[in-house]
């Protein structure tokens, strides 16, 4: 079964800096999907970005880039120019490509805190 | 276009009674997910629906949760009779169908057993 590790529980950064949260999978897969989700409090889960195993190139949304590590099974989020409204649960999720059964796994998440 | 939509948002109950939470997923979205998200813990997959068919139910306590999805639109989940680790964010997601990438969620119920 595939499992996925956030070992940062919490993060600081500071307004207009840049913050990098990790992530790491365990899997027997070649092909597959991550993702990261924000979750701000009390407030619904959405997407920030997805990577595909298959393409070399990481990923960018705007302020947001990962460093996907296929060989070493490490997906991280950057996040560039902090802002206060980035405050917010992450989460970062493994999904197979294959049949039915695209449940998403998720990590534990980690808290990110920003300040002025 | 409209979101995934839940209902209720906030639910307070004593352990050993019932309750049920409700979904509509993104209209034309064929796949919906429910999820537990306990405090501390990522989500975690109950349930998955293909239009009102079960996938996936690997992970649903069947002896207290029952879920359904009559007529491949909305959902409702069940709890019966809770307990008190039944005390989490229960999340709604949904998926155009299988080629599709990207779940989208809903706000979630939050459930406290008391």
């Known amino acids: 079964a595939q499992t996925v590790t956030q070992s940062q529980p919490e993060m600081s950064v500071q307004e207009a800096e840049t913050v990098t949260l990790s992530c790491t999978y365990d899997?027997?897969?070649?092909?597959?999907?991550l993702f990261w989700y924000k979750q701000p409090p009390s407030r619904q889960m959405i997407l920030v970005i997805r990577?595909?195993?298959?393409?070399?190139q990481n990923a960018t949304e705007n302020r947001f880039s990962v460093n996907f590590q296929k060989a070493a099974k490490s997906f991280s989020l950057k996040i560039s120019d902090s802002q206060l409204g980035d405050a917010a649960m992450y989460f970062c999720a493994y999904r197979s490509p294959q049949g039915g059964f695209q449940k998403l796994v998720f990590g534990t998440g980690t808290r990110l805190l920003v300040s002025p | 276009e409209a979101g995934v939509a839940q209902s209720p948002r906030y639910k307070i109950i004593e352990k050993r009674q019932s309750v049920a939470f409700w979904c509509n997923p993104i209209?034309?979205?064929?796949?919906l997910y429910w999820y537990q998200q306990i405090l501390g813990q990522g989500p975690k997959l109950l349930i998955q629906?293909?239009?009102?068919?079960?996938?996936?139910d690997s992970q649903l306590p069947k002896d207290r949760f029952s879920a359904e999805r009559l007529k491949g639109v909305d959902s409702t989940l069940k709890i019966q009779p809770a307990k008190l680790e039944d005390s989490a964010v229960y999340l709604c997601?949904?998926?155009?169908?299988?080629?599709?990438?990207?779940?989208?969620f809903g706000p979630g119920t939050r459930l406290l057993v008391l």
């Open positions: 990577q595909e195993a298959y393409k070399q």
């Open positions: 209209s034309g979205h064929a796949t």
């Open positions: 899997t027997s897969e070649s092909d597959y999907y």
């Open positions: 629906f293909q239009n009102n068919g079960v996938v996936d």
């Open positions: 997601a949904s998926i155009l169908g299988p080629g599709s990438k990207t779940q989208y």
